[in-house]
């Protein structure tokens, strides 16, 4: 979507007007980008395995292979990330695009300016932009506002205002206020200040300039609007979609997930079931094995050991199970940090504000710590920010100072939280993982571990993430996860 210049379809009236260099400039990007083989459709090898041969395939079997991966993505990311939203398009700057881009809306406006000053004006580009503007607010409006957009089209009528121009008596102000009413009772109410503040321009080049940029961005709202609306859909249909497309896959690859056999081996279950058991006994025992050894493999994925290959079926979600391990290991840190300061200072374990006061303070202090040496580079800020509270808090009650050895005990314990051999920072994570299996596996409330009551909201967001990328995971993959238990 554009956001700073004309919509899409007063490009054809650009065109007409645009200098000669800007013309030039994008025929030479068109020709440099765009290759002349004349020998036939280009083609491409498809590497092949040690159970299959190479294969060949053209350019448009390629780019169709793209597409179909594109739009698991996208499906995907729809489903698993409730915070997807559509954002507008800008090329990259100093990109030969952007340049372009750049160059034609600020030739597109000065080519409007110079129509609407001469003597008497020229109309052409200004009644396209109105036309423009007309079609904008389709895109706007919903079918349930037939009249709304019956009274836009009869007002912004095309012919009307041809034949206001050829009279001399056209107003372009009164159709730019006319615009900014219909904006104003349409928009967001994230958009009430940018559409407010339309009234106030007088310039007619820039007023209308700030129209379009706004609508783009109402178009944006609609668009992300619908979304919304269409999400249980696209929920409800992505995880065939997904199962379809990787079924397409595998009919192509057949070399196996080395990586996800690792993982899941890993976290096998042994057999507990004895050798005379009845079959449909077995099997169920079997069965049941197989999904819990799935399920500490995904528990596995917090607690994850960096020199592991990631599993090849989270390839998708390998950015955003990070960010959880990440989530995770700042939520302990706090946790723990808390725990060791709230049992050698009882005024603040007596306190419930004293301790969520610290507790959202040490959310802030370790919100940039994504791995292990982050925290040990910020564990000193941290104790030195903990000192300081408990200073002041005994301070506040007219309390003796801070103990030496106490505060030196206190240090150490601290300092040491950076380390994954902490006391405290084990028994921490170990309920931590011992909550996010619980949550794993039932769809009841859990309440949060102990040491953890003053951190519920982040604790119960991450192993509902978690969850939520675990179940859909499961739900495409499940039944290649069993086969291949099955095999070992």
């Not at 590497?47 to 793209?66: F, M, N």
């Not at 009772?185 to 940029?213: M, T, Y």
């Not at 920072?425 to 102990?450: C, D, E, F, G, M």
């Not at 978690?466 to 739900?475: L, M, P, T, V």
């Amino acid at each position: 979507m554009d956001s700073s210049g004309s919509t899409a379809e007063s490009s054809s009236s650009e065109a007409k007007d645009i200098p000669s260099s800007v013309e030039a400039a994008l025929l030479r990007a068109r020709t440099e980008s765009e290759g002349s083989d004349k020998s036939g459709p280009t083609r491409f090898v498809l590497p092949g395995t040690s159970s299959s041969p190479p294969k060949i395939l053209t350019l448009e079997e390629v780019q169709d292979a793209v597409k179909n991966i594109e739009n698991m993505t996208l499906a995907h990311e729809i489903a698993i990330n409730s915070d997807f939203k559509l954002q507008p398009y800008e090329p990259p700057e100093n990109s030969l695009e952007r340049i372009i881009k750049d160059t034609m809306h600020r030739a597109y406006w000065d080519i409007l300016k110079e129509q609407l000053a001469r003597e008497p004006p020229c109309y052409d580009m200004a009644i396209q932009l109105l036309a423009d503007i007309k079609d904008a607010f389709k895109s706007i409006l919903s079918k349930n506002n037939e009249r709304a957009l019956a009274r836009i089209n009869e007002i912004l009528d095309e012919t009307v205002i041809r034949q206001q121009a050829e009279q001399g008596v056209l107003d372009f102000g009164t159709y730019a206020k006319f615009v900014i009413h219909i904006m104003a009772l349409s928009c967001a109410p994230v958009r009430d200040e940018q559409i407010a503040k339309l009234k106030e321009i007088s310039d007619v080049i820039e007023l209308f300039r700030g129209i379009l940029e706004a609508l783009s961005v109402m178009k944006l709202d609609m668009a992300n609007c619908l979304l919304d609306a269409a999400r249980n859909d696209v929920i409800a249909n992505s995880v065939e979609y997904e199962k379809q497309k990787f079924k397409q896959f595998l009919e192509l690859y057949k070399d196996g997930f080395p990586e996800t056999e690792k993982w899941l081996k890993r976290n096998k279950v042994p057999e507990t079931g004895s050798a005379d058991q009845e079959q449909a006994a077995a099997s169920n025992d079997q069965q049941r094995r197989s999904k819990d050894t799935i399920f500490n493999a995904y528990l596995e994925l917090i607690d994850w050991n960096s020199e592991n290959e990631f599993p090849e079926m989270l390839e998708m979600d390998r950015d955003r199970v990070i960010g959880l391990q990440g989530r995770a290991s700042r939520l302990c840190s706090c946790a723990s940090t808390l725990a060791i300061t709230s049992a050698a200072i009882p005024l603040i374990a007596q306190s419930t504000d004293a301790r969520k006061s610290l507790a959202k303070e040490l959310v802030i202090l370790v919100q940039n710590c994504n791995n292990t040496k982050d925290l040990d580079d910020a564990i000193e800020n941290i104790w030195l920010h903990v000192r300081s509270v408990v200073v002041n808090r005994l301070k506040d009650l007219n309390q003796p100072e801070l103990n030496e050895s106490v505060e030196s005990s206190l240090k150490a314990q601290i300092l040491q939280v950076a380390k994954k051999e902490s006391p405290v920072r084990a028994l921490i994570w170990k309920r931590l993982l011992a909550y996010i299996q619980l949550v794993l596996r039932t769809n009841s409330h859990i309440p949060v571990p102990p040491g953890f009551q003053e951190f519920a909201d982040e604790v119960e967001s991450l192993a509902t993430a978690f969850k939520r990328i675990s179940y859909y995971n499961y739900a495409v993959y499940g039944e290649y996860f069993h086969e291949i238990l099955n095999k070992l």
